[in-house]
Nanobody, 124 residues
Framework: QVQLVESGGGLVQAGGSLRLSCASSGGTFRLYALGWFRQALGKYPEIVAAVSGSGAWTNYADSVKGRFTISRDNAENTVSLQMNSLNPEDTSVYYC?????????????????WGQGTQVTVSS
């Protein structure tokens, strides 16, 4: 059984930065591809960034390219999302997710385990 716990969310002014972290327990972390999703109320989750099991491959939503960076540390069983140049449109609940396959995935339906989410609010 895999458990994921996000941290690092909060309130920040437009133009600021936040770093989200996700700690994993259970399972074999290095075998899982990982993704960060965000979900607004009444909408389906949308991919923000994803990384393959080894960290060799990454994918970013067009809206965050050049501003966000995903990284993983397989020795510590963690994945992080560095968010720079934040704007109010980035406000959402952010979720860490894992899929039981090392290959990169961008669809929420591909992921098997989800964290509880962490709130990110960007004020103008």
């Amino acid at each position: 059984q895999v458990q994921l716990v996000e941290s690092g969310g909060g309130l920040v002014q437009a133009g600021g930065s936040l770093r989200l972290s996700c700690a994993s327990s259970g399972g074999t972390f290095r075998l899982y591809a990982l993704g960060w999703f965000r979900q607004a109320l009444g909408k389906y989750p949308e991919i923000v960034a994803a990384v393959s099991g080894s960290g060799a491959w990454t994918n970013y939503a067009d809206s965050v390219k050049g501003r966000f960076t995903i990284s993983r540390d397989n020795a510590e069983n963690t994945v992080s999302l560095q968010m720079n140049s934040l704007n109010p449109e980035d406000t959402s609940v952010y979720y860490c997710a894992a899929k039981l396959n090392r290959r990169l995935g961008v669809r929420a339906t591909e992921y098997d385990y989800w964290g509880q989410g962490t709130q990110v609010t960007v004020s103008s």
